[in-house]
């Protein structure tokens, strides 16, 4: 063959691949596949989704569910994935996304306990999927894999396995799902301010078989409540430094993805620091920190403190005294809502409704202002300019993205509690309340 046309038959490939990789990266963007979304950041690239919605406008179905849950549902393609209580049984559903029709419903275990005040239950932590298959965690300790015909993979307890779980309201940590692999952290004890007892594990399975890869122990000398987190593993990556964050035990530390080595450890979040003048033996953490390119933004409890991380080459060790890494700390934090970073700024949901913008480079507070007065439980999310958050009593505010505040819908879904977050997958925004998934679009 001519060399010009093998040179040119190259080159067309080239372009083919490059074609290709660009379209499956698309696509994968438009799919939900865990929580906080395709790039774990809470951020969706879709545009035209409905500001405005009720029972009758805008809603394309909804699906009644069989019990509460606070998961947030996971998308691929067609097939959206939500976790539910049923009696004592939790539960596995797959629903088609052009119409809400089960597809299959699998009881993966039993057990199911309600938290105070139906702030939640034991499906709470949301499922993963990689397109071929999902992984579910309930607060039990269950962890199970199923194909998308819901065949199960595997399944195992994580109690049995790691140790006993002690944590008050279950263990509602929400496993990181990067590549082939899932990671864990489990950090919980004895509610009991005469016992020291308290365990820490971040932890990495093959997500293929369920075989443990790795446990790191998470040295800490917290006591009571606060050897207790709720909240999730999160993973920083900027292309040169990728790293598991765990947060809880009044600190956070990063972690090799390769070994569970720690990496680096933010301490004194609760005091007395240089950060946190108080300590507070009820002081345990439920939001998890969000991250962006160069930054990690840390949410504490109660009256705790909100902290910037600078992501750079001092970030080793203890770094909690290192002023090239801690840029600037806040008295406010959110208590439950995961931070949301978006361009240059920082929005915080507090619990009570009020809705907090920062600037992200020097925390700088741009305003700070009251939305529906209710508990808030969920995490915002943004899409197309957009803030997207949703209360307790289940009425959703949007509110325009930017450096000024401005409420732009409060809609509300027929009086059901809402506690998971709202999310946008394919051109449409899903909401599970406690009674029902409901697929937004226009």
């Known amino acids: 063959m001519h060399l010009i046309t093998v040179y040119r038959l190259r ?51 909804r699906a009644p569910m069989p019990g509460q849950g606070g998961a947030t549902p996971a998308v691929w393609g067609d097939s959206i994935f939500v976790t539910s209580a049923d009696g004592d ?74 140790g006993k779980i002690d944590i008050q309201f279950g263990m509602a940590s929400t496993p990181l799902l990067v590549d082939n692999y899932l990671y864990l952290q489990l950090i919980h004890g004895v509610l009991d301010r005469g016992d020291d007892t308290r365990s820490g594990q971040v932890i990495k399975l093959d997500k293929l078989s369920g075989e443990t890869v790795w446990v790191q122990e998470r ?45 680096w450890r933010l301490s004194g979040l609760n005091g007395p620091s240089d950060i946190n003048t108080r300590y507070d033996d009820t002081f345990r953490f439920v939001a998890s920190p969000a991250v962006a390119r160069g930054w990690i933004i840390v949410p504490t409890a109660k009256a705790g403190p909100l902290v910037a991380l600078r992501v ?22 959110p208590d439950v809502s995961i931070p949301l970073i978006v361009d240059d700024l920082v929005y915080l949901l507090h619990k009570d409704g009020k809705l907090q913008c920062v600037e992200l480079a020097t925390g700088k507070e741009l305003y700070h202002q009251r939305t529906h007065t209710v508990q808030h439980r969920s995490s915002p999310v943004y899409a197309d300019g957009r803030i997207y958050f949703c209360g307790k009593d289940g009425v ?11 409420i732009l819908a409060e809609n509300e879904m027929n009086g059901e509690p809402i506690t998971a977050s709202p999310i946008v997958a394919n051109g449409t925004l899903f909401l599970r309340t406690y009674a029902a998934v409901y697929a937004i679009r226009k």
Not at 32 to 44: A, E, L, N
Not at 223 to 234: D, I, L, R, T
């Open 11 to 61: 080159c067309m490939l080239s372009a083919f691949c490059l074609l290709l990789a660009c379209f499956t990266s698309i696509v994968q963007a438009d799919n939900w596949p865990q929580w906080r979304g395709p790039q774990r950041d809470g951020i969706s690239t879709a545009i035209s989704i409905p500001v405005e919605w009720s029972s009758e406008n805008n809603v394309a179905w």
């Open 89 to 162: 049984d939790l539960v596995l559903l797959c629903l088609d996304t052009r119409n809400g029709a089960e597809r299959w419903r699998r009881t993966v275990t039993s057990g199911n306990q309600d938290a105070r005040a139906g702030e939640g239950n034991s499906a709470s932590p949301s499922p993963s999927t990689d397109g071929q298959h999902v992984w579910v965690f309930f607060s039990t300790g269950v962890l199970a894999c199923y194909d998308f015909q819901g065949e199960e993979q595997w399944k195992f307890d994580v109690g049995e396995r790691f």
């Open 219 to 263: 040295i800490t000398q917290a006591g009571f409540e606060c050897k207790q987190s709720y909240a999730s593993p999160v993973l920083y990556d900027d292309g040169q430094q990728r790293f598991v964050i765990a947060h809880g035990a009044d600190c956070t530390t990063g972690h090799s993805l390769d070994t569970g080595e720690e990496l």
């Open 312 to 333: 750079n080459e001092q970030l080793k060790g203890d770094v909690s005294s290192n002023p090239a890494v801690l840029k600037w700390h806040r008295s406010e934090t």
């Open 396 to 406: 959703c505010t949007v509110v325009k993205a930017g450096r000024n505040f401005e």
